[in-house]
């Protein structure tokens, strides 16, 4: 079955406390993008990677780490987590940049 | 002006009745309109595409794209209650990325 897997689905932490949220996709997608969804505010992208050891900002960046050493895994990292990044995380891939989206199930972080 | 607005709702609609989402984009030389469905607290999937001016149906779902006005809807007729969800609109950009607007919630009442 195609798809895009993220996990953990659900993470508390505290402040200053590192983490890794994993994402892995099967559909041998070029593109991967990480998106946090926030009321009012829509999706907004975080970091994209067009392939392997190419990765880019997105619209908001701050906070956030990224990496792609291989084509189906694109790990999001908050070094230093803090409580404005309390946020529901989706991982995505697609054969385009701008083109279909493929979400994974998503990732509730909150950071206390 | 955000590159892509939504109403934000909710949109309430009852059962059979037809639901009209509107969507506007502020970058002329968008090429690809996407519309994405939300249940709350999972994952956005898919509904429609479209690329050229004029009406694609797809079962109940109808999106209307008219470049020149820069607007991009989404008509679901004989609305069921498990439409309620939010409905999200995405442009492309001249940056080569995906825009999505902020989501309208629809509301299909019983």
């Known amino acids: 079955e195609a798809q895009v897997t993220q996990n953990p689905r659900y993470l508390i932490t505290v402040t200053g406390k590192k983490l890794t949220v994993t994402c892995s996709q099967n559909?041998?997608?070029?593109?991967m993008s990480w998106y946090r969804q926030d009321p009012g505010l829509g999706l907004r992208q975080i970091y994209y990677s067009m392939n392997v050891e190419v990765t880019d900002k997105g619209d908001v960046p701050e906070g956030y780490k990224v990496s792609r050493k291989e084509k189906r895994n694109f790990p999001l990292i908050l070094e230093s987590p803090s409580p404005n990044q309390t946020s529901l995380y989706f991982c995505?891939?697609?054969?385009?940049?701008?083109?279909?989206?493929?979400f994974g199930p998503g990732t509730r972080l909150t950071v206390t | 002006q955000k590159e892509v607005e939504q109403n934000s709702g909710p949109l309430s609609v009852p059962e059979g009745a037809i639901a009209s989402l509107n969507c506007t984009y502020s970058?002329?030389?968008?090429?690809?309109f996407f519309w994405y469905r939300q249940y709350s607290g999972k994952s956005p999937e898919l509904i429609m595409f479209?690329?050229?001016?004029g009406d694609k149906e797809d079962g109940r779902f109808t999106a209307q794209l008219n470049k020149a006005s820069q607007y991009v809807s989404l008509l679901i007729r004989d609305s069921q209650p498990s439409d309620s969800a939010t409905y999200l609109c995405?442009?492309?950009?001249?940056?080569?990325?995906?825009?999505f607007g902020q989501g309208t919630e629809l509301s299909v009442k019983p």
């Open positions: 995405a442009v492309d950009n001249q940056g080569g990325k995906l825009i």
């Open positions: 970058d002329r030389g968008s090429q690809s």
């Open positions: 559909m041998n997608h070029e593109y």
């Open positions: 995505a891939s697609s054969y385009r940049l701008d083109g279909e989206q493929y």
């Open positions: 479209i690329y050229s001016n």
